[in-house]
């Protein structure tokens, strides 16, 4: 019994070498090239994504169409309908697609998302919790708490906006005067009851969501610095957002924002979140998903790619080279 032990121990061994650690794979899926167009009639093995089948996705649909796509000969519509009951704050309707779990980031490795959203009519304007995409850790079986996506692009007021999701730090927590934050400060939305707080990294100018009295302090652990271009308006047709992901929970992290070969913001400082339990990956997942409502809301996406090469995605390779120095 020994020896047969002995033996199984010395084969899963050996499968392991082989294989290798879950961290060596996860730093050889961050050198990988992810793409899919969405032209066929399923998602592609290139792309490695999933449409996520759960109970939590069950007012959600995916159709792989051809009548409006930004190229090639198709594009994902993906749409939301009305299915939370009054009665459940807490319910939300979801048609998010996710990277496959093998494909994952480790958590602070930078990497560049692109990807392509164009809203259906009818748009809304109204001033309601809604997400287009959004970038979070993953969360263990012993993580306590509920944890934000350290980037989100947001919408609400028929307007789309960023944010950025860290920790809670009181001890740089600051007062913005006359409404406005002192030069090198970031408005913030405290939420001490989650360990965490919520920076407002990008606008638009004439932004006026619900949320905006929400974002009452200043924080420096987050910098950002605006690159002169406004964020496209959701009518505008398709917008191509090129993201560079580098989470960083105590200062070291670093965003990069684009949309339509635009520079739109970079963002520096304390992004993510550090605590117990948390896993040692990040994800994107995209898709419309918003509070309960009573209509169906759609998006079309089309373009995916992940890269570790700035070029691959923004193709751009002078502003590359700005923002690999």
Known sequence: MAEHLRGMLIAASMLISCLGSPAAQAKDSASRILHDGFDSSGFTEEGGLYYRENSEQAAGTAEFQTKVRRSGSGALKLSVRSLCPASDPGCSERAE??????????????VWYGFAVKFADPIPADDHRYLIAQW??????????????????RFSGGKIFVTVETNYHPDLVSSPQNGVCPDGATPVWLRPETNQMRALVVRPPDWKAADADRFTSCTEKISVTERGNAIPEPASGWIYFAVLSKPGPKGTGHLEVFANGKWIVSVKGAIGHSDGGLGNNQYFKFGPYRDGAPDVWSLYYDDFIRSPNCEDVLKQAEYCRIVNR
């Not at 697609?97 to 930078?110: A, G």
């Not at 850790?137 to 509920?146: F, Y």
């Open 97 to 110: 697609i996710w990277e496959r779990t093998p494909l994952r980031v480790p958590y602070e490795i930078p």
């Open 136 to 153: 979070k850790r993953e969360i263990g079986p012993k993580a306590q708490g509920d944890f934000s996506p350290y980037l989100a692009f």
